[in-house]
């Protein structure tokens, strides 16, 4: 691993090494700019923060609890596991973190209208939620794939009055969704905030994402300090473009005794080409306004993902982490979807805790790891989501197996 500082961020360019930038259509520049500056200078004024802070205390119900799962622990014998639960956030995911720093910035800068993209809907509920909140129109483009596995999410976005936009293109997944969005921004340039989920899109969003998001590390080390007298020895957490994982990892990026694993999809297995694992089974490439790795064919062209998970069935991953892996900062890992289901329903059995299927990949690589572990490791895994909006894919697939 190279020596440096792993938390000194993006250059003025936007750029985590060969990663990142702006790559858009140059009637977005002047949008992009100025919600850099806007970003910048709100980060910097304490009214700003404090009225984050407010929100995040009274309407996402912070700090959320830094749980040690006992049962786990005893099962695997090894390391002694904590859940950072996200899942406990209003809404039901850590989305909600970043959704409210943004729709902050878009009524400091004027903006009226809201869109965004989502995969599992959690994001798009969460934007649905602070765009009621603060009064503002809310459009959400969705795959048509992912609307029909995801209903209940979708009902609840509808409930809050977000329009929903079905995309058709492609596999109707979030990669669509994402371009559909992108597309509307550049039509409605003036009055539009483009709200991204994750920590990737064109410089600012993969920083301003993470930032936002890095609520949950610093949380994390406080509370493990308070609990134990010292920081984990590891961190995991689920990755698809990686924004719970960006959020958990970043405070801790330069303790170099902390080992940090992010967990891609690796739906029915790498070698069947049948996954979302850009970073075990891509190259880099440029997609969604940023450079990072992709799954592509050998002309460029953007592969399909596949995953269990609809918030992890996308073809890219953030900058920030492509340049972490280069770095081997961080130790990137895939596991399929019958490990990430096997996970999913033994969490269920053992802690009472139903998470999402996203969540499930992160405790899949915890179920092979900790019992490896001296009882006497720290491990911190992030439980990104609640497992409400799965139920019908996970009782289909219980289903199909009986």
């Known amino acids: 691993m190279q020596s440096t500082t792993f938390t000194q961020g993006a250059d003025a360019q936007g750029q985590f090494g060969q990663f990142g930038g702006r790559f858009v259509a140059e009637t977005l520049m002047p949008l992009i700019l100025d919600l850099e500056q806007a970003f910048n200078q709100a980060m910097s004024e304490p009214d700003f923060l404090a009225q984050l802070d407010r929100f995040h205390a009274e309407f996402v119900g912070r700090p959320s609890p830094l749980y040690f799962a006992e049962r786990l622990t005893e099962q695997y014998g090894g390391a002694k596991i904590y859940f950072k639960r996200e899942e406990l956030n209003h809404t039901g995911a850590h989305k909600i973190n970043n959704c409210i720093g943004q729709v902050l910035l878009a009524k400091r800068m004027g903006k009226t209208r809201i869109i965004a993209e989502t995969g599992a809907g959690m994001h798009g509920v969460a934007t ?9 129109p809310c459009v959400v483009y969705m795959g048509a794939t992912d609307i029909e596995r995801q209903r209940d999410n979708v009902a609840r976005m509808r409930l809050m009055g977000a329009e929903i936009v079905p995309v058709t293109s492609g596999r109707g997944t979030l990669k669509d969704a994402m371009n559909e969005a992108l597309r509307d921004w550049v039509t409605n340039v003036d009055n539009t905030f483009y709200m991204i989920g994750t920590v990737a899109g064109p410089h600012p969003y993969p920083t301003m994402v993470r930032d936002f998001q890095a609520i949950i590390g610093r949380e994390t080390r406080q509370q493990m300090l308070a609990r134990e007298g010292r920081l984990p020895d590891s961190l995991v957490a689920c990755i698809g473009g990686g924004s719970n994982a960006m959020g958990l990892f970043y405070p801790f990026l330069d303790d170099a005794d902390v080992h940090i694993i992010g967990v891609e999809a690796a739906g029915h297995g790498l070698e069947s080409g049948e996954h979302a694992a850009s970073l075990k089974g891509g190259q880099p490439g440029v997609l969604h306004g940023n450079r990072t790795y992709l799954l592509q064919d050998d002309d460029g062209q953007i592969a399909d993902a596949h995953s269990v998970s609809a918030g992890l069935d996308y073809p890219g991953i953030g900058p920030e982490h492509a340049w972490l892996h280069e770095q081997g900062r961080v130790e990137y890992v895939a596991v399929t979807d019958q490990e990430a289901l096997d996970a ?13 299927l996203e969540t499930a990949h992160a405790l899949a690589e915890v179920a092979k790891r900790a019992p490896t572990l001296p009882s006497d490791h720290l491990m911190v895994v992030c439980l990104s989501g609640r497992g409400d909006k799965d139920m019908p894919t996970v009782l289909r697939l219980m289903e199909e197996a009986q």
């Open 128 to 136: 649905a939620t602070v765009a009621a909140r603060f009064g503002l």
């Open 344 to 356: 999913f329903h033994n969490c269920c059995m053992k802690e009472g805790i139903i998470p999402a």
